[in-house]
């Protein structure tokens, strides 16, 4: 049953009509619903009440014609958020009025064991995402949150937090407890910076702004976190290494395929660069042997498509046992009805950490 009188209609955002490309951008502008009744719900189906939605680089990829992957026209976009159960089916039985919770990314990426595609069925992307006052998902596809977190916070989880705990755990960092190159200060970068002050590892984070490096490392006790100015130290392994002289066990990626060679360079033996994000495009113009150098390190590149949601309920797992704060992530946050300006800002690139819209 639900919670209280459910509004007819509900607001959201979707995309505007058109082909994105780099010079023709697209933009987002508000769209009036039906809001489903809880008489509608399918057995299995939860609704849901969104509070807060936090935004990611894929989101404003997809308005200027830089996503790789298959994009709905006039979508609704986005795809992490943190809501409030309102209602349920009559076979649900794991989550109730109340509840906080978040849709996985990939409705079909729930094991790891699916076949097909992984990048089918994604929120924001081919299926209507989470800009929306109200939506319907299927009770498998939920994930409890955190309790002790604000509903602002949660949001940050879905992609930035999952996607910087599997490239974490795939240098098997957790049982190394050494150290891990975060290349930028974006949202993965800092969850995965403070994933590592909590698991004791040591991150090393890029910026090309002193400034902003110094407020970061204060983030951890004196000493913790390192980082250097990749514009005034272009070199990525000679910085890397002068701050670690083994090299680093794990690369987060973020730059895509253009820095792989440097990625190979900056790794110990045994390391991983965990490739997660293409900020600088998808093409590159080094020389294949380049990657002959994971052979004589015994290192490897793992591609990271987010995470299942066995890895979202895990890394929910640890930052409660943790009681890890995700305020530090929050760069800023916007008004629903500024939802466009809140894409502008991210697109920008003045952020560090997360841009979060609160409905």
Same mark, same amino acid.
């Given at each position: ?11 959201? %955002? ?6 994105a490309?780099?010079?023709s ?12 009744? $809880?008489?509608? =719900? ?9 509070? /807060?939605?936090?935004?990611? %680089? ?13 994009? *709905? ?13 309102? /209602?349920?089916?009559? /076979? ?9 919770? $978040?849709?996985?990314?990939?409705l ?7 076949e ?5 069925? =994604? ?15 299927e009770?498998?596809? =939920? ?19 999952l996607?910087?705990?599997? *490239? ?12 891990? !190159?975060?290349?930028?200060?974006? &949202?993965? $970068?800092? %969850?995965?910076?403070l ?5 004791? #590892?040591?991150?090393?984070?890029? $910026? ?8 970061i490392?204060?983030? &951890?006790?004196?000493? *913790? ?7 005034t ?26 820095? #792989? ?5 900056? !790794? ?16 590159a113009?080094?020389?294949p ?11 490897? #590149? ?7 949601k ?7 797992? %640890? ?16 008004a ?7 894409f ?16």
């Amino acid at each position: 049953m639900a919670a209280s009188p459910l509004p007819t209609t509900y607001r959201s %955002f979707r995309r505007t009509a058109g082909i994105a490309t780099q010079d023709s951008p697209l933009s987002i502008e508000p769209a009036t619903e039906p809001t489903p009744s $809880s008489s509608s =719900l399918g057995a299995h189906d939860v609704l849901l009440r969104t509070h /807060a939605v936090s935004l990611n %680089f894929r989101d404003v990829a997809m308005l200027h014609g830089r996503y790789p992957m298959p994009v *709905a026209s006039r979508g609704v976009p986005t795809s992490d958020c943190a809501a409030e159960v309102i /209602a349920v089916g009559s /076979a649900v039985t794991k989550f109730q009025v109340g509840d906080r919770v $978040s849709p996985v990314i990939g409705l079909k990426y729930l094991t790891g064991e699916e076949e097909g595609s992984i990048f089918e069925q =994604l929120l924001g992307g081919d299926i209507d995402g989470v800009l929306r006052e109200y939506a319907v998902f299927e009770d498998r596809v =939920l994930v409890r949150l955190p309790g002790h977190l604000s509903y602002e916070e949660a949001s940050t989880i879905p992609i930035a937090g999952l996607t910087a705990w599997t *490239a974490l755990k795939s240098g098997t960092l957790f049982d190394k407890k050494k150290s891990a !190159l975060l290349q930028g200060t974006g &949202g993965v $970068s800092m %969850f995965a910076l403070l994933l590592s002050l909590a698991g004791g #590892i040591t991150p090393i984070i890029t $910026s090309s702004s002193d400034e902003k490096l110094a407020a970061i490392k204060k983030l &951890g006790p004196a000493g *913790a976190v390192l980082g250097y100015n990749y514009k005034t130290n272009p070199d990525q392994s000679a910085a890397v290494k002068a701050l670690v002289p083994r090299g680093v066990d794990v690369v987060i990626n973020n730059r895509g395929p253009p820095s #792989i060679p440097q990625d190979i360079d900056a !790794l110990t033996n045994a390391g991983t660069v965990s490739l997660v994000g293409f900020l600088e495009g998808v093409t590159a113009d080094w020389d294949p042997s380049v990657l002959l150098g994971l052979i004589g390190k015994n290192a490897n #590149i793992v591609g990271i498509a987010c995470g299942t949601k066995i890895d979202f309920e895990n890394v929910n797992k %640890f930052i409660e046992e943790k009681k890890i704060r995700l305020e530090p992530l929050i760069d800023r946050v916007f008004a629903f009805d500024d939802s466009k300006a809140a894409f502008e800002y991210l697109y920008s690139g003045k952020h560090v950490g997360k841009v979060v819209i609160k409905l």
